[in-house]
């Protein structure tokens, strides 16, 4: 291949960093990516034809460009909670990504085109997969997640989830990429005839079954009325606005009884709606939880689901967990929650604790090591405190039916695998609540909206969703939204979803394409090292898979 000149490899980064934004934008689709990452393959195998005179890492910096862009114009509105957490999480999602690519630079280097290409395929879903399970988690722009929008292409994901698309988008990437290479080297295709066909049957088969199971799909009838509100306020804010606690639930209460009747199953409320001062060992005894409790009697059938933000004092005998906090005056300890409760006629308030938490805001990561620190950093005047979470996912269970719901918090919608662990505790509804309002009118409560129909379709779920301040909606079985609300706007919608008991596949066994994706590229990477290290002790020796 004809060498190209540094300006059109700019041109080449700019390109597929374009591609990669594009995505994530109203108007845009998710099948942008199959050809978002050939620009980069070109400068990629540039490098690779002039290794002897390049070293490995140019292809980190070349990476670094485009992933920095990327990142950068798809996540940019983090700084509207924190600059430097926006700062943070882009550089070094960045700064991740290009390292991946660099690995598969070094194992092309060292195996040559076949092992290198699959390695780029395996080592960047195996990634994917290891960032949705670490500490340090911010999987915001998995390439799965770019075909969110495209509800009518992705009705497989029930069998697969959304994290399989990226393994499917890479496949598809060095494909076409191998395809063009042929065509500007030979101004032919015919030797690529094989990788047209297999590039067809990729591409057709998965969107034609799609389009077939989105137009069959019928929701078995099992219904139940709901009422969404949306009370266009944001908690991080009231106390600029002056707001109480109580000023804001007269709000949702006042909006909630708008259009709820003795039919009315479920009312859902958002993120964070009550901050009272909540202790979860004596919350019954709570002033704002009496109102609601008064509220649900008013109905023969209510429950009220609704965002807290909770505390729990741990007592003698317990353990407490290593997020928990010690009191100023004495050596108890206790844990503050992001959570969620259902209120209903039983007068038993039933809880759930937010557990995939946003980094750097709701969590201090590795909280075992910072716990150990906790005297120092206090007398330096910091704090250690992360949120409390739970280790399973435990659903609201209907006292008077049978109804199981999955309640959501904001962060965790992001999850498919998490998502499905809710299901396999028996929820057959899901609920969605969240703060949007942090994000000011921005793509990214547009994107954290279309992530829950990605859920929706992952476990068949119908999905009710309140944001603080928008998008509120219904989300239904294939992930079509409906009754959309407007951001920034008060409001209150009220709909019938159905339950449903089927358990997809892949609820049940989650991320499995990745997990195998990842085994692939374990090995791989030491196949790569053992090659070097042999090559490096017997630089005359033939090593296999070099071309």
Known sequence: MKPFRKKQWFILAGLSALLLILPWYRGFSGLILFIAFVPLLFIERQLYERRHSNRSVQAFFWSYLVFFIWNFFTTYWIHNATFF????????????????????????????????YFSFIV??????????????????????????????LIQWFEFT?????????????????????????????????????????LIGFPIGLSLIMFHKYEEKPDPYNVVIVQPNIDPYNTVFSGLTNEDQLNIILDLADSLTNNQTDYVVGPEAALNDNIWENNIRLNR??????????????????????????????????????????????????????????????????????????????FPKVFRR????????????????????????????????????????????????????????????????????????????????SLRAIETRRSIARSASTGISCFINQKGEILQATHFGESDVISGQINANEVVTYYAKHGDF???????????????????AIIRKRNPSRHTPGME
């Open 288 to 365: 704002s939880i009496k109102r609601l409790q008064r509220f649900v009697e008013s109905y023969p059938q209510l429950k009220f689901i609704i965002g807290v933000t909770s505390l729990y004092e741990y007592g003698a005998g317990e353990t407490p967990s290593v997020t928990s906090r010690k009191f100023r005056d004495t050596d108890k300890r206790y844990d503050v929650y992001n959570a969620s409760i259902q209120v209903d006629r039983t007068g038993l308030i039933q809880v759930y604790h937010k557990s995939k938490l946003v980094i750097g805001v709701e969590k201090m990561p």
């Open 513 to 531: 394409v990745s997990r195998i994706a990842l085994f692939f590229g374990i090995l791989t990477l030491l196949y790569t090292m053992v090659i």
């Open 161 to 201: 989830g959304a994290t399989s698309a990226t393994t499917w988008i890479l496949f598809i990437n060095v494909l076409i990429f191998i395809i063009l290479l042929e065509y500007i080297s030979i101004k032919s295709i015919r030797n690529r005839l094989f990788e047209m066909g297999i590039l067809i049957i």
């Open 85 to 116: 957490g926006a700062a943070a999480a882009i550089i070094v999602n960045a700064l991740f990504m290009a390292s991946v690519f660099w690995l598969f630079h070094l194992t092309h280097r060292i195996l040559g085109h076949p092992y290198g």
């Open 373 to 452: 620190l906790e005297k120092l950093i206090t007398k330096l005047g910091g704090a250690t405190g992360s949120y409390g979470t739970q280790k399973d996912r435990t659903n609201f269970t209907d006292p008077d039916g049978a109804a199981r719901v999955g309640t959501m918090i904001c962060y965790e919608s992001v999850y498919g695998s998490f998502v499905g662990d809710y299901v396999k505790a028996g929820a057959n509804l899901l609920f969605v609540i969240t703060n949007d309002g942090w994000w000011g009118d921005t793509p990214g409560y547009k994107q954290h909206l279309t992530y829950s």
């Open 123 to 152: 080592y960047w879903t195996g990634f994917e997969y290891i960032y949705l399970n670490v500490d340090i988690s911010w999987p915001w722009l998995n390439l799965g997640n770019g075909f969110a929008k495209d509800i009518g």
